[in-house]
């Protein structure tokens, strides 16, 4: 309820204020993404929340990108940041540096929200001021975004597991899907970590899941554009990021648990066989991988001898 006052002027003043409060920061990292990026801000534009603020970091484009973002710059609520290339963690950790709202949610510059992304999301995490996060369903969608299937997602009491052990559902696309108060990534010192590639989202999620309370809304909120050569692919870039992540694991004592640790680490491993054997086609890695997992784990014999009879 607002209360108005005799003085008109004073009630103009505070009507303005309240319509001009940054409270959702959406940040968009793009880099030579001329093609897509006028589509992902137009979804911005027609969500039926309006009280955000849009920083798009330009990551050191060579094609027309910064031109495309400035044909929007007539909406005071778009910012852009143009800086040297210096890879989308940089990009979006550039944008959560320049961010006012009190919450943070990303969208890459080649994906897209539904109108009521923001409002249902918003809605979520402020129901309650334990929730620190909040994330949906994902709309899997082809180049054309054409849709393909949903990607759902899982209650957040099963995430932090999910999440250490590469299962493939957690939270689906979370540098397109993801909602977070602003005041964590402060408090608790969230950011991107730019010496990670593919695999920085899911360090990203490690650190959230790993001292944060979140809420899951089981509906699709955003489309994801599924493009072919996904860095994913890359298995050099895989093995590199995992471990270095494990190394992090260690560093930072996210796992204490000795037993759980093995369980989490003998897993990453037999991920990193099947990758190298499946999509690297590299059988003595695969298989110094899958020998590692079992000297880690030796209860995953059963898992092992299933991956080495198909080597």
């Not at 559902?169 to 593919?198: A, C, E, Q, W």
């Not at 037999?270 to 059988?283: I, V």
Request: aromatic share 10%.
């Amino acid at each position: 309820m607002i209360l108005l006052s005799n003085d008109q002027w004073i009630d103009n003043f505070v009507l303005s204020a309240l319509m001009n409060t940054i409270e959702i920061s959406v940040i968009m990292p793009a880099y030579n993404a001329g093609k897509f990026v006028a589509e992902s801000i137009e979804s911005i534009l027609k969500q039926t929340f309006s009280a955000w603020e849009l920083i798009v970091v330009d990551d050191g484009s060579t094609d027309n990108t910064s031109e495309v973002i400035a044909s929007f710059l007539s909406d005071k609520r778009i910012k852009l940041i143009k800086q040297p290339n210096g890879g989308v963690s940089a990009a979006r950790n550039t944008g959560i540096n320049a961010a006012t709202g009190n919450f943070i949610t990303f969208l890459d510059s080649d994906d897209t929200y539904y109108p009521e992304n923001l409002q249902t999301k918003y809605d979520a995490i402020t129901q309650d001021s334990a929730i620190e996060y909040v994330y949906s369903d994902l709309q899997i969608c082809d180049s054309d975004m054409k849709e393909l299937h949903v990607e759902k997602g899982i209650p957040a009491d099963k995430v932090r597991d999910s999440v250490l052990t590469w299962q493939s559902t957690n939270i689906p696309g979370l540098s397109s899907n993801i909602m977070i108060r602003h005041s964590v990534l402060k408090n608790k010192n969230i950011y991107f970590d730019k010496n990670l590639s593919n695999c920085a989202d899911r360090y990203y999620k490690i650190l959230l899941v790993s001292g944060c309370k979140g809420t899951y809304i089981p509906k699709s909120l955003a489309k994801y554009r599924n493009t072919p050569g996904s860095m994913s692919k890359k298995i050099s870039l895989l093995e590199h990021d995992e471990l270095y992540i494990l190394d992090r694991v260690i560093e930072k004592n996210i796992i204490p648990e000795r037993k759980e640790r093995k369980r989490i680490f003998a897993k990453v491993y037999l991920m990193l066989s099947g990758s190298w054997y499946k999509d690297g086609g590299k059988t003595a890695k695969a298989f110094k991988y899958a020998v590692k997992a079992f000297i880690t784990n030796p209860t995953l014999i059963g898992k092992l001898f299933s991956k080495v009879t198909k080597l």
